[in-house]
């Protein structure tokens, strides 16, 4: 049962969180596990053993769904699967995500389309697939992660800031649709995490350095940094938010 008096509580409710087998998806699934809600996992390798120990060791329940997120053909039954496995679908939050750091002008149409497929057409079709389902019970919480890339340029990652700043602007879009129904859309823009997809920033000296310089709290960001956020943006807490940009960032935007 969940706690009324609680608006963090989210005893009952069922979030399918993608990319949850690592770094910032299992960070985000073990936040709301600890908040009272069963977890459905997507990841494109089905390694999620680790999340989902993790997740029952919560007391929760965790469902592992394997699935190609670039492959649109795919996304229908991951939100199927999602309620034949759980019951129900109470919140979302698309994570997935890849990042390929090429020069503008050397940037291959393979990259270019690698990325948009999983970073923008993933996120777009899967909003839409789990609103109509979330409109069905008039209650949903969809939460994107976007990036400080929705807000700036970049270096090397053109088609990963165009994916970003799309995220940004799809959430608001789908919020202005879907408020009246129940539905609150938001997005949570991490600044600097250590994860995989910095590695290579964060192996060069002088690249670490210049990005530590201008994070006010002086460190990357961690997967934990993100639990107590989407917390927030996945309760009744937020109930009156909607297409907004959460940064959590130690700082970075305020420079």
């Not at 090397?156 to 129940?182: C, D, I, R």
């Not at 309760?235 to 130690?250: E, F, Q, R, T």
Request: aromatic letters at 6%; one cysteine or more.
């Amino acid at each position: 049962m969940s706690n009324p008096g609680n608006p963090f509580d989210l005893t009952g409710k069922v979030a399918l969180v993608t990319g949850a087998g690592v770094g910032l998806g299992q960070g985000l699934a073990v936040g709301l596990a600890r908040a009272g809600a069963d977890i459905v996992g997507v990841s494109s390798s089905g390694r999620t053993a680790e999340t989902q120990a993790i997740v029952e060791g919560l007391g929760r329940k965790f469902y592992g769904i394997k699935a190609n997120l670039a492959n649109e053909a795919e996304l229908p039954g991951v939100i199927s699967s999602t309620i034949e496995l759980a019951g129900r679908l109470d919140i979302l939050v698309n994570n997935s995500g890849i990042i390929r750091r090429t020069p503008a002008i050397d940037h291959s149409a393979q990259d270019w389309h690698d990325v948009l497929d999983l970073n923008l057409n993933a996120v777009f079709f899967l909003c839409q697939l789990a609103a109509r389902e979330m409109v069905k019970q008039g209650y949903g919480k969809i939460i994107n992660i976007a990036s400080m890339l929705s807000f700036q340029g970049g270096i090397n990652v053109p088609g990963y800031t165009a994916s970003k700043h799309a995220v940004a602007g799809l959430t608001k879009a789908f919020a202005n649709e879907w408020a009246s129904k129940g539905i609150n859309v938001n997005a949570i823009a991490p600044g600097y995490m250590a994860t995989d997809n910095t590695e290579a920033l964060r192996k060069d000296p002088e690249r670490s350095r210049s990005i530590l310089e201008r994070i006010p709290q002086g460190r990357w960001g961690t997967p934990e940094d993100l639990a107590g956020p989407v917390v927030f943006l996945a309760s009744s807490a937020s109930d009156y938010m909607n297409g907004h940009i959460l940064c959590v960032d130690g700082g970075w935007m305020a420079r």
